[in-house]
């Protein structure tokens, strides 16, 4: 059984920096898309960021040139460096893997990590 480990969330002030992680745990053969989403209170989640295998990436409007999303293919590890985060940024964020086991290529979600940003 796959699990997605996350870690790297909290409380940050406005324009402050986080970086999140997420690393599967589990046997599993190949990944290809890892990427992160978050979910406000009252909204639904939304797309953060996503990285290809292959190194292409795809990113939010709302979080262009303040986040970055990065793998070390070797360790199957994807960061969210967060910069200049600001109170809109406040959500519960999820990792996210399409990953390949014995039962073929399934999506799995980390359990998720809080952040806040406080102004």
């Known amino acids: 059984q796959v699990q997605l480990v996350e870690s790297g969330g909290g409380l940050v002030q406005a324009g402050g920096t986080l970086r999140l992680s997420c690393a599967p745990s589990?046997?599993?053969?190949?990944?290809?898309?890892m990427g992160w989403y978050r979910q406000a209170p009252g909204k639904q989640r939304e797309l953060v960021a996503t990285?290809?295998?292959?190194?292409?990436?795809n990113y939010a409007d709302s979080v262009k040139g303040r986040f970055t999303i990065s793998r070390h293919n070797a360790k199957n590890t994807v960061y969210l460096q967060m910069n200049s985060l600001n109170s809109e940024d406040t959500a519960v964020y999820y990792c996210?893997?399409?990953?390949?086991?014995?039962?073929?290529?399934?999506?799995?979600w980390g359990q998720g990590t809080q952040v806040t940003v406080s102004s």
């Open positions: 990285s290809t295998s292959g190194g292409s990436t």
């Open positions: 996210n893997a399409d990953v390949l086991t014995g039962g073929g290529w399934r999506t799995y």
């Open positions: 589990g046997i599993f053969f190949s990944i290809n898309v």
